[in-house]
């Protein structure tokens, strides 16, 4: 295979038309050529060791006949990592090349949107989904828009001279994200099957305090006059102003909370930036965060790390509005790979399927996983 047809290979796979024997040409030589340990390299790194590696094959420093079938191995690297994402790795184990299995696919799932419902004090319901941009609605002193961009802000009206305590509560359902400015300037990014509980103005208060189920990125507006306290779980986590995310869903057996930026307070326990704070039950262990896997959703990536299929399957439930069923025994295997979440299901299964240790049946919204 000469040097054009190689490129001419590259291009093709990168704009999605290469056929099923291409495609298994490029990613088997990935697979061949894999380093031991890069599939828990973050993206930044894993594209400065292809970049490196490309300066070497330009420079000639490797020798014929293996340099032609490193350009191979290392573009298809690239197409691979950066563009559809890292293979799912059953542990201690390389993926078996093999046509996947997913039945009855003949209407793929698209992945979630943004979207939400707003629950005013008045017990009132709006569909952020299907209101318009702009004003949504007021209440005692504070106007609520929505922004095009899938973002509901809160702001005092200017000739308001005092506003009354009322509670409004954002929620995204399976399949939905969004996010909201609180009237303090505090931005939340909500994940799917999540809620918050607010107050419409901290105004006259001398605390900010919310609730919170599911899991919520933070971005807290300083304020030393008036700590910030978030309720999850049976636990309260305590800021002035930092960035963090709290990930406490009903079905997970952990609550966690990872600080990215300040300092945040669980459980008397002060957590540093790049640490998590794990709960289970009544006890707080302190980890060291994978920060990448942390915000893979909010930087609209699926990121499973080192997950048993029950955990993965749960985050594509919610992601995609599914049913997931188990039939048979599972694998003990973990996986770990990340796609990008505008991906439909197929293609989040199907690079499952690859590590051949699992494998689905689709029939509407219901996914079947067998071993």
Known sequence: MTEAEINSLLEKYKQGDADAEEIAFLESWYIFYQEPGSNVLGMIPRKEAVDEVWTKIENEQFPQPLRIWRRIAVAAALFIA????LYFMGRDQQPQLESARIENTKEDIAPGTEGATLTLSDGRKISLSAAVNGDVARQSGVTITKSADGQLTYELLPTTPGTALQYNTLSTTKGEQYQIKLQDGTRIWLNSA???????SFAGLRKRELSLTGEAYFEVAKDRSRPFTV???GQQVKVLGTHFNISSYPDEALSKTTLLEGSVAIGGKVLQPGEQAVVKGNAISINVANIEETMGWRDGYIIFENEPIEAVMRKIARWYNVEVAFEGPMPEDDF???VPRLSNVSQVLKKLELTNKVHFKVE????????
């Open 364 to 371: 509407g919204r219901r996914i079947t996983v067998i071993k």
């Open 336 to 338: 770990g790979g990340r």
């Open 231 to 233: 309720s999850v779980a």
């Open 194 to 200: 999540t809620s918050i509980r607010f107050p419409t």
């Open 82 to 85: 950066l563009f559809t994402g």
